[in-house]
């Protein structure tokens, strides 16, 4: 099946700081859709991208649209303590396909 | 935006016990509606697609007549554990999408432990 290679896996950092993390798929994607994921919470969707090079904000968040299809990017600027969470890449194909996640933790 | 709610939020079930988990839209009419499956520090792993009216799609590994999924209105589906043991326990969520999978509201979870 489908796989998105996530990476970092986890990361720790101070309040303050940008955070860049990305995602990567052998095959090409259409859609790449960035959730976040509190504690016992559900995903909630953060940022989707539909066009190949495509740059989407969405408050401290941008995510891109890699050029070959092939990978995107999240980054978070100015960490706060609520970032933290599980950030999930996805990809729809024929089903919705889940990166492993990155684990962020902000230190205060 | 499109608000999915699911209940229970959390179950403790004995070995062998039958578990009924309930997924609705709230403020929209859902085509489709998705299971999944979360470990723990796992990613989610889709189960089963459903759409209403119809047989849900289960995906390769999940016994359907284990995870029952019905699907009866555009606003509910349900999940039911059937005959749960320890190794189905497991955070379970629901989403919910309308005319496009691609566009999934997800629900909070439920939470299943089985003793």
């Known amino acids: 099946g489908q796989q998105l290679n996530q990476s970092p896996q986890s990361m720790f950092i101070q309040e303050g700081e940008d955070v860049s993390m990305n995602c990567t798929s052998s095959s090409i994607f259409n859609t790449w859709l960035w959730y976040k994921q509190d504690p016992g919470e559900g995903p909630v969707l953060l940022i989707a991208?539909?066009?190949?090079?495509e740059l989407t904000s969405n408050g401290r968040l941008t995510a891109q649209f890699g050029i070959t299809r092939k990978d995107s990017f999240l980054n978070i600027s100015a960490s706060i303590p609520s970032d933290v969470g599980i950030y999930f890449c996805a990809g729809p194909r024929d089903k919705l396909t889940f990166g492993k996640g990155t684990l962020l933790t902000v230190n205060p | 935006g499109a608000v999915v709610s699911q209940h229970p939020s959390w179950v403790i079930c004995k070995s062998g016990t039958s578990v009924k988990i309930e997924c609705r839209s709230l403020?929209?009419?859902?085509?489709?509606m998705f299971w999944y499956r979360q470990f723990p520090k796992q990613s989610l792993m889709l189960m089963a697609t459903?759409?209403?009216?119809?047989?849900?799609?289960?995906e390769q590994g999940v016994e359907k007549d284990k995870f029952l999924i019905n699907h009866a209105s555009l606003t509910l589906s349900t999940l039911t554990v059937t005959s749960a043991h320890p190794e189905d326990s497991s955070f379970y969520i629901c989403s919910a999408s309308g005319t496009s999978y691609e566009t999934q509201y997800f629900g909070p979870g439920t939470r299943l432990l089985v003793l």
């Open positions: 459903s759409n209403e009216g119809s047989k849900a799609t289960y």
């Open positions: 403020d929209f009419q859902a085509t489709t």
């Open positions: 991208l539909y066009k190949a090079g």
